[in-house]
C-alpha cells in the first residue's frame, strides 16, 4: 500500500496549483479522502474531503477557492488550488478515512485530529505561496 503526494512547488499569491495523490493497493472511491496541510507548530488541519457518493466538503478557509476531486480509472485524488494566498502555505496531504457518506465524511476529515484516525498517509507536498 502506498500513497504519494505530487504537485506542490512555490508561487506567487492570486496563482494557482494542482496537487496529486497517487495510490497503489487501495482503491479511493471506496473511502471517506481528505486533504490535509500542516505548518511548523501548528495542528494538522483537514481541508477537502470527498466522500465515496462524491459529496465534497471544504474548510472555510479554502471554500470557493479549492476544488477537490478524483479520478477513479487512476485511482488518484487531486487538489485544485486557485487564488492562492500566503497563509496556504504549508506541507499538504491525502489520506483514507472510513467509508463514511455525505456530510458525515465531511465532518470527519475537518474535525478528526489523530493521525491514527486516518490511514495510508502519504510523504507530503510543499505549497509555499509568496505575497
Known amino acids: 500500500v502506498q500513497t504519494v503526494e505530487s504537485g506542490g512547488g512555490s508561487v506567487q499569491a492570486g496563482r494557482s496549483l494542482r496537487l496529486s495523490c497517487a495510490a497503489s493497493?487501495?482503491?479511493?472511491?471506496?473511502?471517506?479522502m481528505g486533504w490535509f496541510r500542516q505548518t511548523p507548530g501548528k495542528e494538522r488541519e483537514g481541508v477537502a474531503a470527498?466522500?465515496?457518493?462524491?459529496?465534497?466538503t471544504y474548510a472555510d478557509s479554502v471554500e470557493g477557492r479549492f476544488t477537490i476531486s478524483q479520478d477513479n480509472a487512476k485511482n488518484t485524488l487531486y487538489l485544485q488550488m486557485n487564488s492562492l494566498k500566503p497563509e496556504d502555505t504549508a506541507m499538504y496531504y491525502c489520506?483514507?478515512?472510513?467509508?463514511?457518506?455525505?456530510?458525515?465524511?465531511?465532518?470527519?476529515?475537518?474535525?478528526?485530529?489523530?493521525?491514527?484516525?486516518?490511514?495510508?498517509w502519504g510523504q507530503g507536498t510543499q505549497v509555499t505561496v509568496s505575497s
Open positions: 489520506a483514507a478515512g472510513p467509508g463514511l457518506l455525505g456530510p458525515a465524511c465531511g465532518y470527519y476529515v475537518l474535525h478528526r485530529r489523530r493521525s491514527d484516525d486516518f490511514a495510508y
Open positions: 493497493g487501495y482503491t479511493y472511491s471506496s473511502y471517506c
Open positions: 470527498i466522500a465515496p457518493d462524491g459529496r465534497t
